[in-house]
């Protein structure tokens, strides 16, 4: 099983900041099958960017992500109010797992 | 417009059986393979099971295996997962989720709870 390790736990930062998420696989995660998704509270989560890199249909050009192999990123260029809320990397090349996820909280 | 609605979700006591049910709208069901995934109270995503848009393919994760059965009624649009010797440890809200290789829509999901 392909375990993915997300980092920070929690990232504290002000809107109009950059923000930038590490997602890191124990083996390589073949095609870069890696998508980043967004959960707001009571909310299901919501697809961001899948194949590493590629923005879902309506997600703003804010997003972004990049990567390959074991080391994956997810940047926000310039945080939004919208955007505070939790982070889950996705790989789907082996199985399916989930990274532990990474709260992006306000300062 | 694509829509996943669950439903079948409750109060259940440890040994005790569920059935989930996610309906679904606003596609070709048929043609999609389909997931289940569950969040503990205050916890990450955990995959459970996926199904293809035929049934052939069925994969559980290890920690229901044996005690859950993803299923599907392509001519009327649904999912399901019957959950049997249910546990503390699946308390969850569960979600079906639609797989185009990654999970491009998400029902809202429904909550199980294992309790005595």
């Known amino acids: 099983e392909i375990v993915l390790t997300q980092s920070p736990g929690t990232l504290s930062l002000s809107p109009g900041e950059r923000a930038t998420l590490s997602c890191r696989a124990s083996?390589?995660?073949?095609?870069?099958?890696l998508a980043w998704y967004q959960q707001k509270p009571g909310q299901a989560p919501r697809l961001l960017i899948y194949?590493?890199?590629s923005r879902a249909t309506g997600i703003p050009d804010r997003f972004s992500g990049s990567g390959s192999g074991t080391d994956f990123t997810l940047t926000i260029s310039r945080l939004e109010p919208e955007d505070f809320a939790v982070y889950y990397c996705?790989?789907?090349?082996?199985?399916?797992?989930f990274g532990p996820g990474t709260k992006v909280d306000i300062k | 417009e694509v829509q996943l609605v669950e439903s079948g979700g409750g109060l259940v006591k440890p040994g005790g059986s569920l059935r989930l049910s996610c309906a679904a709208s606003?596609?070709?069901?048929?043609?999609?393979?389909m997931n289940w995934v569950r969040q503990a109270p205050g916890k990450g995503l955990e995959w459970v099971s996926s199904?293809?848009?035929?049934?052939?393919?069925?994969y559980y994760a290890d920690s229901v295996k044996g005690r859950f059965t993803i299923s599907r009624d392509n001519a009327k649009n649904s999912l399901y997962l019957q959950m049997n010797s249910l546990r503390a440890e699946d308390t969850a809200v569960y979600y079906c989720?639609?797989?185009?290789?990654?999970?491009?829509?998400w029902g809202q999901g429904t909550l199980v709870t294992v309790s005595s």
């Open positions: 996705q790989q789907y090349g082996s199985s399916v797992t």
């Open positions: 199904i293809s848009s035929s049934s052939s393919y069925i």
């Open positions: 083996q390589s995660v073949s095609s870069s099958y």
């Open positions: 606003g596609f070709t069901f048929s043609s999609y393979s």
């Open positions: 194949g590493a890199s």
């Open positions: 989720a639609r797989k185009l290789i990654y999970f491009d829509y």
